[in-house]
């Protein structure tokens, strides 16, 4: 897949769009979330689609892309029940505690050996500390939690790069290879400051805008998260009549976060 920016003329501000155009099918080795989500992007524009176009439609295909990611942990042996469900579940606790506190007051003082307001306040106090912590509750497997400082060590690799030591490395594509992953774990700017000098040549899958005169990996990186952010805000755009759209892909329980991901090659 390509992503190509695309001017569009307005009454009084031109603005940019992005075409995904479909390249090819997809590489072997994706997986399952990996595959859905390009059947249901090209779904209603076999060769390519207008980012604009995902509004109002893609939002729909979010909740079955969610239980594919989440099911992927669950089959790999990162976790034994979905993240989500554990949340899910301490969070009910917790605020069905804290609702019990406002019925703590209509107790004898005596039979809860605390006063009515004391009750109240110990019953709400309880119920937001479950919840508070609801989030983090989700436990790994151990094979999870040996992936999970895995990522964490890749992810220090990716910050700490050093830029002669790059310069080194036989492999001259190993900037845009781990660029996904440094977008996942949101570190892509100092990835891309690592290769500034050295890079120099743009991504064939990335259509550079009009007015690129050289290439710059610090300059290519502000322009993709630009179109990666116009695409989810696109993707989880629903019609106000609907009350969807609203949540996203955080991980369950692993590092980094949002919707980005890598591997596989192709985009």
């Not at 992007?41 to 079955?64: N, Q, T």
């Not at 899958?205 to 998260?225: H, I, K, M």
Request: positive net charge; hydrophobic residues 35%.
């Amino acid at each position: 897949m390509s992503i190509e920016p695309t001017t569009v003329d307005g009454l009084i501000f031109d603005s940019t769009d992005y075409y995904l155009k479909k390249v090819r099918g997809p590489d072997d080795g994706l997986d399952r979330f990996e595959n859905g989500l390009l059947t249901d992007l090209f779904a209603e524009g076999p060769s390519g689609i207008m980012v604009s176009d995902l509004k109002h439609k893609f939002y729909r295909k979010l909740d079955g892309l969610r239980n594919t990611v989440f099911d992927n942990l669950i089959s790999r042996g990162y976790f034994n029940t979905r993240p989500d469900r554990v949340r899910k579940v301490y969070l009910s606790v917790g605020i069905s505690v804290a609702v019990l506190g406002g019925f703590a007051g209509i107790f004898p003082g005596d039979l809860l050996s605390l006063s009515p307001l004391k009750s109240i306040a110990a019953f709400v106090v309880t119920g937001g500390i479950i919840a508070a912590f609801s989030r983090i509750m989700p436990a790994k497997t151990v094979k999870g939690a040996k992936i999970y400082q895995a990522c964490r060590g890749f992810e220090e690799f990716l910050t700490r790069a050093a830029k002669d030591r790059l310069e080194r490395m036989a492999d001259k594509k190993l900037f845009e290879k781990y660029l996904p992953y440094a977008i996942a774990l949101d570190v892509s700017d100092r990835w891309a400051k690592a290769f500034e000098g050295i890079y120099q040549e743009p991504p064939g899958w990335y259509v550079t805008p009009r007015g690129y005169v050289t290439f710059d990996t610090v300059s290519f990186n502000r322009s993709l998260e630009t179109s990666l952010s116009s695409m989810g805000q696109a993707m989880f755009t629903a019609p106000r009549s609907s009350g969807a759209g609203s949540g996203g892909f955080s991980g369950g329980g692993s590092s980094g976060g949002g919707f980005g991901g890598g591997g596989g090659g192709s985009w």
